[in-house]
């Protein structure tokens, strides 16, 4: 019996043993601290194989200044096996995936081409005089080398074409060639080589043998073209003034121009000559003909130049003040813009020299040009956002210029077959369509009944438009979106417009966007399905959807993440793709292009299950306007509603759309890494605010004060234990805030703006542009000039107000700063000084708006962190808060040591 109790009590000792040790495991768990940053890795310049078979990528150090081993990978999707090459930056996939070539360096610096055989992994080295370059994905290697002159053969220098099979090495050569290109799937090539009986143009196989297509003198051809998709191309005998067009189907060549036949204006010459995509046409300038004495003349005054002292003179009615005057565009010469038209002999003035000019592409019968001018609106760019311009409209066959627009924001857009343009007015919210034939302008979207700009838009400059989808490709129908749908137009008047996308993202509340990739299709053919991204605007949760010809969507791939598209096959049917969340690093997936076999190819950071995480939720709460008012919220793991914990407010315009973001842990260059904090026990709240025009401070305090009481009233945030974070635009909130509520124990106010009318009146030091717009168009969101709203500017200048904080500060501004004047963020230093106020102000010498240094980001995460520490969590003071670092300190003591 003995035997036995003893046997059950191991048994239980044993259990008892594994769930200590379960629960030592768990515990044993870490909080993320600054060394634990340099394990962080990311997946960098992935790439997928034309078959899509082969991925490759690299795992490197999230922190950039970290040095290691530059290693590739290669993974292949069918076997399921991973390979390495170490020391290699990029490679390219070669002859249908059959080979991988790539560069390697040796001990002495040199520069080694390896070709790999993906059969069998086995590599060499390419050996030849010509560097490898790929055909496509034909066998073959195309590349030219420089033939030096050879005095005794009295050969002279020219250009040598080697064509060489990547497979058994053989070779031929094209001498004396100018220019190639490669067509019929790369298995033809067309070329210019200089010949002992002229100049031609020759074609056919890659191998050969070429016939001749054009021979002509000792005379270049030049301004050589081709269109692979056509076979057809031009040419010019440039000192003969002619120009060809020529087409490799009838294989033949025809005059298209005589420069000599243009009715040039006299005391005028020809400064530029094109022609335009569909040889129909040529765009040139004309500008006044200029003797050698007139040259003479200005090469003279730019020499007398007086370099004993420089002034900079600033002038009240120039076109830009000092600070954004470039020389280059000074010495820039435009002239009048024309189009001539060899079928009828016309040349037309389309625009003014300094008019945009906008030509529809790909247009059988051109009988219109657009063109812009943002003359009148120049001296306002320093208070506008996007210089507006007008649109004009040139009727070819009269030579008339019409005025058909104005005010406008983005550049109107020719649709294919150059039928019709479209173009978004931003003060009436409509797009508007011309039509290539008549000339005529007309509404197009009022009719859809659809919101088609931005709904929430808080700033004060005209609402954008959420844009263009794409076209179809008969040019007859614009595709554009909705606040959430596509709209299809027809152009032509025949149809009204439809909902193309069914009203599937209105009745789901989710918008659909197409999506960005390597193949980021403008012109939909028929038959052809789109890959868009739908978000879910209640959600936040994202989804890949395909989308037909007849607006059908069809679900890929959906759920609580965020996704993008890296690359995707030639072929068109794999593709490589990551997705994140606040658990999910951004690794690395492949699948078919329809999101089937999905396979996760990449774990680049396992280590993050070795430290305490977090989670994230959206909130939402009445605001103070009485309006609805979203925010995330971030709870430390295992978060216990029983306990008390610190809270960190931290803000930047919005938030809640990036729930599913991954936060990668790193070293803070303004603002808290938000991660961390959690991991360390902190609640971080990140309320979005929306603006009222001219009150942006109050527009704050009703969403930021709100959100946080709402934290309070639910039991989730602590008074006294609560502090605000904001930097740049929300470092002035973060100021207003505090002069208007002690609801926060402290405060991380960051490159703030402080006081708005010296703020409206200064320059921003990276682009030398005055502030004005900021404040009467943007992010500043006042809407009005500093004399039109004296009370408001006044109203949001915090730094008037510093008597009436109560909240520590601490102060970080750099003298450096290229966006915000360092004054600003001491003059708010210098108040608290005054007032006898507890304030710190840390300015990292010679760094920017954001630290850029990881010695100064190393130094600011400590001090910021012992900061909210010491006002939050009660921990000792640091020694740098206590005392004080002076001159004689810098660099020496750090005084980070809590004081016992």
């Known amino acids: 019996m003995m035997v036995k109790n003893s046997f059950i009590c191991g048994i239980l000792y044993g259990i008892c043993l594994t769930f200590l040790c379960n629960i030592s495991g768990q515990a044993e768990k870490k909080s993320l601290e600054i060394d634990a940053y340099k394990r962080w890795k990311r997946v960098e310049s ?3 194989s034309f078959s899509g078979r082969w991925v490759t990528y690299h795992i490197t150090p999230q922190d950039y200044n970290q040095k290691s081993e530059k290693k590739l990978y290669l ?42 055989s993906l059969k069998n992994k086995k590599t060499r080295e390419w050996q030849y005089i010509e560097p490898l370059s790929p055909v496509g994905q034909t066998v073959f290697s195309a590349s ?48 210019i080589q200089k010949h002992q009986q002229g100049n031609q143009i020759l074609y056919g196989p890659i191998a050969g043998p070429y016939k001749v297509l054009y021979q002509g003198n ?18 010019n005998i440039g000192e003969d003034s002619l120009w060809y067009n020529f087409s490799l189907k009838n294989k033949k060549y025809n005059l298209l121009l005589d420069k000599k036949e243009i009715p040039v204006p006299a005391g005028m010459e020809i400064h530029k000559l094109n022609l335009a995509n569909n040889k129909k046409y040529f765009t040139l300038e004309l500008k006044p003909i200029t003797t050698n004495k007139q040259n003479t003349v200005n090469k003279k005054k730019n020499k007398n130049s007086d370099s004993s002292f420089e002034l900079e003179l600033w002038t009240w009615n120039e076109y830009e003040v000092p600070t954004t005057q470039r020389k280059s565009r000074y010495n820039k010469q435009e002239y009048d813009k024309y189009i001539y038209i060899p079928e009828n002999k016309r040349l037309v003035m389309v625009a003014p020299a300094k008019f945009d000019v906008y030509y529809p592409y790909d247009c059988d019968d051109i009988r219109f040009v657009i063109s812009t001018d943002d003359g ?43 039928k019709y343009a479209v173009m978004y007015d931003p003060i009436n919210h409509i797009w508007n369509k011309i039509d290539g034939t008549t000339g005529k302008v007309s509404d197009i979207s009022t009719a859809t009944g659809d919101q088609m700009y931005y709904k929430l838009y808080d700033k004060p400059a005209p609402a954008p438009s959420y844009g263009i989808a794409g076209w179809m490709a008969d040019g007859n129908s614009v595709l554009l979106y909705g606040e959430y749908d596509w709209w299809k137009i027809d152009l032509t008047g025949k149809d009204m417009p439809e909902c193309f996308t069914q009203e599937y993202g209105r009745k789901n509340k989710m918008s659909i966007r197409k999506i960005t ?90 280590q993050q299950s070795e430290y305490k995480w977090g989670t994230v939720k959206v909130v939402k709460w009445t605001n103070y306007e009485g309006k609805e008012n979203e925010g995330l919220l971030y709870l430390p793991e295992n978060y216990d509603s029983t306990k008390k914990y610190p809270t960190l407010v931290q803000f930047y315009e919005t938030h809640s759309n990036d729930a599913y973001v991954y936060r990668t842990p790193g070293l803070s260059s303004a603002m808290a ?61 973060t100021a207003y805030l505090v002069t208007k509520t002690n609801m926060f124990a402290c405060a991380n106010i960051g490159a703030p703006i402080v006081d708005m009318v010296t703020g409206y009146l200064s320059i921003r030091n990276g682009s030398g542009m005055p502030r004005m717009f900021m404040y009467e168009e943007t992010q500043s969101r006042m809407g009005k000039t500093l004399w039109e709203a004296k009370d408001k500017y006044l109203a949001n200048s915090p730094l008037l107000d510093a008597d009436k904080i109560e909240t520590p500060l601490l102060i970080y501004h750099c003298d450096a700063d290229e966006a915000v004047p360092y004054e600003q963020g001491r003059a708010l230093y210098l108040a608290m000084r005054r007032l006898r106020k507890p304030a710190w ?60």
């Open 46 to 48: 992935p790439n997928i």
């Open 75 to 116: 993974y292949d999707t069918q076997k399921k096996q991973y390979d390495s090459i170490p020391n290699i930056d990029q490679v390219i996939f070669l002859y249908n995936d059959r080979y991988l070539m790539y560069e390697t360096s040796d001990t002495t610096g040199n520069t080694h081409t390896m070709l790999m």
């Open 144 to 191: 030219t080398i420089y033939i030096p002159e050879d005095s005794v053969k009295r050969i002279p220098q020219f250009n040598r074409l080697i064509i060489r099979n990547i497979e058994t090495g053989d070779s031929l050569h094209i001498d004396s060639i100018k220019s190639y290109n490669f067509y019929n799937h790369n298995k033809s090539i067309i070329f």
């Open 218 to 235: 000792e005379k270049y051809p030049e301004h050589f073209n081709f269109s692979e998709k056509t076979l057809t191309g031009s040419f």
């Open 376 to 418: 009148p609106y120049l001296k306002d760019k320093e208070w506008v956002d996007d210089t507006p311009f007008d649109i004009y409209l040139t009727d070819l066959s009269t030579g008339k210029r019409q005025l058909v627009g104005t005010k406008y924001r983005k550049r109107p857009e020719w649709g294919p077959k150059g």
């Open 517 to 606: 990739s390597n193949f980021d299709t403008k012109v939909f053919s028929p038959n052809e399905n789109i890959l868009v991204k739908l978000f879910n605007h209640i959600t936040k949760e994202e989804g890949i959807y395909s989308l037909n010809e007849n607006g059908k969507l069809k679900k890929l791939t959906y759920g609580p993440y965020q996704y993008s598209i890296h690359k995707i096959s030639e072929n068109k049917k794999y593709c490589i793709w990551v997705r994140q969340n606040i658990d999910e690093f951004r690794d690395l997936w492949w699948s078919k292009i329809d999101f089937s076999n999905p396979t996760r190819i990449t774990n680049a950071n396992p």
């Open 673 to 733: 890494d938000i991660i961390t904090f959690v991991s360390n026990g902190y609640i971080v709240f990140t309320p979005d605010i929306h603006f009222t025009i001219g009150m942006p401070g109050k527009s704050c305090y009703d969403a930021v004060v709100s959100g946080t009481q709402m934290l309070i009233d639910k039991g989730i945030a602590t008074p006294g234990k609560i502090g605000l974070q904001g930097h740049s635009w929300s470092g002035f909130q």
């Open 841 to 900: 102000l840390l300015n990292y010498k010679n760094e920017g708006h954001f630290l850029s240094g990881e010695g100064a980001q190393r130094d600011w995460t400590i001090r910021m962190t012992q900061f909210f520490d010491y006002y939050l969590k009660e921990t000792k003071e640091p020694r740098w808060m206590k005392e004080g670092i002076n001159i004689n300190e810098r660099g020496i003591d750090q005084k980070y040591d809590l004081i016992q």
